[in-house]
């Protein structure tokens, strides 16, 4: 089938072209509905006790520090896999999720095996809001110290051992995140119009077999 072929057969089908105009327009419309997600990311530093000889809580780095922020991210997230991502720079938002937050211990090790090398948990949070998104985080912060405490005390650990927390940064930060309304509403209007004259041609070609 020709390309005039198909035009003069959208002609005489102009139920199904008008159809399929009206469904396009509206899926073109409902693209300029959408203002994106907000989303935010944040660290969780876990840092060792001060003493006399390592005064700098932040300078502190163990293998200590890393296993307890990976038990506390597992205690706070539950039993579910946790998705290896190819970077720990990988965010939800680029894996699609439009409402949700995870706690990650950044793996910075390849596809054989894992790499866990700083005491940080990466909190992200992805919602509808951005009142949403600072409230959600702020009580996943505040799971994880109240869990950090839980196993510290169920442990036996003096006070003076503890192990604490601090968020970098303090204060919560909010992005709005979307895409582009014009490539969006244009590649609705190509589906549209592309799914519009496959129907035409199938329906077309099935007329012309039964002649």
């Known amino acids: 089938m020709t390309v005039w072929d198909l035009i003069r057969a959208a002609v005489r089908r102009w139920p199904v ?7 396009s327009l509206g899926l073109v419309y409902t693209t300029t509905l959408d203002d994106g997600v907000y989303w935010s ?10 003493s006399k000889a390592y005064p700098n809580a932040l300078r502190t780095t163990s293998e200590d520090l890393i296993i307890t922020a990976g038990v506390v991210a597992k205690a706070v997230s539950g039993p579910a896999a946790v998705t290896k991502y190819a970077s720990p720079d990988a965010t939800l938002v680029g894996e699609g999720i439009r409402d949700g937050w995870s706690i990650r211990l950044p793996d910075t090790g390849g596809q054989w095996a894992p790499n866990f090398a700083q005491q940080v948990l990466y909190v992200e949070v992805v919602g ?7 409230e959600r985080q702020e009580e ?61 041609a199938v329906l077309e070609t099935r007329a012309r077999r039964r002649r």
């Not at 990311?41 to 001060?50: D, E, K, N, S």
């Open 17 to 23: 072209l008008l159809a399929g105009a009206v469904a």
């Open 41 to 50: 990311r944040t660290q969780v530093v876990f840092l060792a006790p001060t």
């Open 128 to 134: 509808a809001t951005a009142e949403q998104v600072g």
């Open 140 to 200: 996943i912060i505040d799971q994880i110290a109240h869990e950090l405490d839980r196993l510290q005390r169920d442990a036996g650990v003096a006070p003076v051992n503890d192990i604490t927390v601090t968020v970098a940064p303090e204060s919560t930060v909010v992005h709005q995140v979307g895409g582009s309304s014009m490539r969006a509403a244009g590649m609705a209007g190509l589906l549209g119009a592309s799914a519009t004259f496959t129907v035409i």
